[in-house]
C-alpha cells in the first residue's frame, strides 16, 4: 500500500466525518482543544496548526495571534472556512490543503505547531514531525494531543483490555507516547518537555516538544 493510497484513504475517509464531525466532538474535545490552543499561544503568536479539520480549535486562539491552518481534506476545510466567517477570525491568515508530510512554509516560521488528534493518522508521523521541526523557530514548541497511549505503569494494561472496545468507537491506544519522545532524541535541537493528561480522566493526552533556542 503506498502512502498516496493511504493519503486518499484518508480523504475519503474525511469527506464523511465533515457533515457531522462537530455535532460529535465538539463538547468532548473542548477541553483538549482549548488546552492546545493555550499551549501553542505561550510560546509566541504566529502558529501553524496541521489537521485544522473543521476549525474547532480556531475560536480557542488570543486574537492577538496569527492562525495558519493546514489540512488534508478539502471537505473538513471547507466547513473551517465557514466558521471562521461566521465568527469573524480574522486572526486565520490562512486555510490551505497541505499534507503534514509537506508543507508549503519557509524554514522557522512559526512560534508553534499544534498537531491536534492528527499524528496517529499520518502514515508517516516522523516524517510530519521532521517537517514540522524545519517550520519551527527556535525556542518554538511543537503541541501534540491525542490519544495516545501509557507506556509504563497499570494503564496500558487497562488499555490493552479495553482495546476491542475502544475500536468500535475509532480509538486506539497503539501510537504510544514513547513514540514522539523517541523521535525527540534522535534530533539534538529538540527537547521533550513532558506529557499532561487531558479530559476525560488523561484519556487524551497533550505532549510538548521544544525546539531549543
Ligand atoms: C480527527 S480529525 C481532527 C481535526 C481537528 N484537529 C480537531 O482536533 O478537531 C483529523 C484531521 O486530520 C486531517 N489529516 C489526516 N491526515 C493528514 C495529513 N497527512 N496531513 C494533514 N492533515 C491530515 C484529516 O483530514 C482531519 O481533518
Known sequence: MSVQYDLEGQQ???????????????????????RTAAAAARCGKDILEVGVGTGLILRYYPVSCNIYGVDLSEHMLSKAVEKVRELRLG????????????????????????????ITLVPNPEGALDEIRRVLKPGGEIVVTSKLGADDGIVPKVEEV????????????HFKVSRLERWAERHPDMEFVGVEPVFPAGFFKLVRIRKRG
Open 12 to 34: 475519503r475517509v474525511y469527506e464523511k466525518w465533515a457533515p457531522i464531525y462537530d455535532a460529535v466532538y465538539h463538547k468532548f474535545l473542548s477541553d483538549a482543544h482549548s
Open 162 to 173: 479495553l482495546a476491542p472496545l475502544m475500536k468500535k468507537v475509532g480509538w486506539s491506544s
Open 91 to 118: 486572526n486565520v491568515k490562512l486555510l490551505a490543503s497541505m499534507d503534514a508530510c509537506r508543507l508549503g512554509f519557509a524554514d522557522a516560521s512559526f512560534d508553534a505547531v499544534a498537531v491536534p488528534f492528527v
